[in-house]
């Protein structure tokens, strides 16, 4: 069963006539392909002009919606070989953080990519894709070996925050985060970030901190969520709307402020309608960006990043 989004009720009420035809068609042996070719003509249209003036707070949705190809899906898509490394050797493992060794069209790369789960036993086994300290651990760990081995970085981002529980807390969430943050600073080897759903606050950034930064169309990137923004800022959850809005969450948005340096696009009604399009469009990005790292075999990638991230803020 196919998940609409509030504003996609028309949408759902074509959909759901379609269905009847067809089966009707099936089951009488009326023909009603014509009636059916028009309604999804209809359907292609009211989607293509949604999708072209999504707001802000629209865009959370679609970046939020469950069927969207999930880490697990890019990585089975994209790289070959995939060797996942667990525990951060301190505490424990967490899987919400995906995180070890694969093949990138032939070529070695380190994978970090953060896992929401589709179903509730998977959600429940990821955390929703908010990682405690030992994922951030795990997370220093793995680019510490690509470090050692000059592999480059890909980092898959999801996630709506790092875990905010006591026992989180307890075990030094902030200062895991931080380091981990740092790590990625420090690199001696390139990196890449694709934000693919949601990039909630330094439990994004402590992973996303690359070279390049790129996200998908219809994702978003943001300090707080829109809720918590609004909780803090109004402390009524039903602004929002209004917090997204004021916030700079979207691609859009933070390519013109230079934070992201790229935009994946997705196709119309968004990449939970065409999750194979989106992962190759993806890969095909990733494979450009790590031709042009290739390219520069004495660059200091390090230095390169210290200066992108120095720089945003500036001139604006």
């Given amino acids: 069963m196919y998940n609409y989004l509030d504003f996609e009720k028309q949408v759902q009420e074509l959909e759901g006539k379609i269905l009847e035809l067809r089966k009707l068609s099936a089951d009488g042996g009326v023909d009603f392909a ?4 028009r309604l999804e ?55 919400a953080l995906l995180a070890g060794f694969a093949r990138f069209r032939g070529e070695p790369v380190a994978l970090l990519g953060q896992e929401k789960g589709t179903d509730t036993a998977s959600r429940l086994k990821h955390n929703f894709g908010s990682m405690r300290p030992e994922g951030y ?6 680019m510490e070996l690509a470090d050692r081995f000059r592999l480059p970085v890909v980092s898959l981002i999801d996630t709506a925050g790092a875990y905010p529980g006591v026992d989180a807390e307890e075990r030094g969430q902030a200062e895991a985060i ?24 330094g439990g994004a950034i402590a992973i996303a901190t690359a070279n390049k930064v790129f996200m998908l169309e219809n994702a978003v990137y943001s300090v707080i969520s829109p809720e918590g923004a609004a909780s803090i800022l109004w402390r009524d959850t039903t602004r929002s709307r209004d917090a997204a809005t004021s916030m700079k969450i979207t691609a859009q ?64």
């Avoid at 990733?286 to 790292?293: D, P, Y």
Wanted: glycine share 8%.
């Fill in 34 to 37: 014509e009636e059916i070719a």
């Fill in 137 to 142: 651990r795990k997370a220093v760990r793995i």
């Fill in 178 to 201: 931080a380091r981990s943050t740092s790590m990625c600073l420090a690199l001696r080897s390139p990196s890449i970030a694709v934000i693919i759903g949601e990039g909630g606050s």
């Fill in 41 to 95: 003509k209809r359907v292609r249209e009211i989607l293509r002009d949604l999708y072209k003036n999504l707001t802000p707070w629209q865009k959370v949705q679609v970046a939020r919606h469950p069927d969207r190809p999930h880490c697990v899906d890019y990585i089975r898509h994209l790289f070959e070989d995939f060797t996942p490394l667990a525990g951060d050797r301190a505490f424990g493992e967490d899987q």
């Fill in 253 to 316: 948005d933070l390519l013109e402020l230079k934070i992201i340096d790229g935009i994946i696009p997705e196709p119309v009604g968004g990449a939970q309608r065409g999750a194979e399009a989106v992962m190759d469009a993806t890969g095909e990005l990733i494979a450009r960006t790590l031709a042009e790292f290739a390219a520069q075999p004495n660059a200091d990638h390090r230095e390169q990043r210290r200066e992108k991230y120095l720089a945003i803020g500036r001139n604006l």
